[in-house]
């Protein structure tokens, strides 16, 4: 069973520009969620899809974006890149949607992003 | 509000000693609490998790985290350090309403020969 698969692995992108990133979760889960590492913030939520509709929303700003597609598969953008937007992106997906009891997160190995 | 504090950024073990990472968490409601794994340029890996009953949680790799509602804590251990086990490790917290994740900064394991 493959697990979550994140494209492209590594980038590099320059101020300004914008990036989008892809996710598909492992076959059969609905709910996909992202985060992003970086050395000083550490590991921060950013937001989480479930069907195709957008329920958790982390603190930042609105260049970052999400969408989910009707097979589950999720894309995130982040538009008017910033020198700290250098980071690692990490998708991950679940089984149930929210609510679901204890149901296990699986993340993807991430995207690197790195902006100059 | 939920948080996560994970003491020491850094540890350093000789292998075949005792890893003992802690995670202190606040919640507001009854949490679920989870620990992951990154090695280098990889994802995370789950560890184990704790979500009801039993207190004690017994994990991959001879890993094992109990849950102390009193004391707020989920601390993992591993009665023996192995060389593999050098990584960065996540303590993270998850409420009922839904798939966020809190994280804790992370502490980094250094196992010596």
Not at chain 1, 32 to 61: A, I
Not at chain 1, 85 to 114: M, R, V
Not at chain 2, 71 to 88: C, G, I, N, Q, V
């Amino acid at each position: 069973k493959a697990g979550v698969t994140q494209t492209p692995r590594y980038l590099i992108k320059t101020r300004g520009q914008q990036v989008t990133l892809s996710c598909s979760p492992i076959s059969g889960h609905r709910s996909v969620s992202w985060y992003q590492q970086t050395p000083g913030q550490g590991l921060q939520f950013l937001f989480e899809y479930f069907s195709e509709t957008q329920r958790n929303k982390g603190n930042f700003p609105g260049r970052f974006s999400g969408r989910q597609f009707s097979n589950s598969r999720s894309e995130m953008n982040v538009s008017t890149l910033e020198l700290g937007d250098s980071a690692l992106y990490l998708c991950a997906s679940s089984l149930a949607g929210p609510g679901g009891s204890g149901n296990t997160i699986y993340f993807g190995e991430g995207s690197w992003l790195t902006v100059v | 509000a939920q948080s996560v504090t994970q003491l020491g950024s850094h540890v350093s073990v000789s292998e075949g000693a005792l890893v003992l990472l802690r995670c202190n968490y606040s919640s507001s409601v009854p949490p679920y609490l989870f620990w992951y794994v990154q090695y280098p340029n990889q994802g995370l890996q789950l560890l184990l998790k704790y979500t009801t009953g039993a207190t004690l949680v017994k994990g991959i790799n001879g890993f094992e985290a109990e849950f102390k509602k009193s004391e707020t804590s989920f601390h993992l251990t591993k009665p023996s350090a192995h060389m593999s086990d050098a990584a960065e490790y996540f303590c993270a917290v998850r409420v009922a309403a839904g798939n966020k994740l809190t994280f804790g900064g992370g502490t980094r394991v250094l196992v010596k020969p």
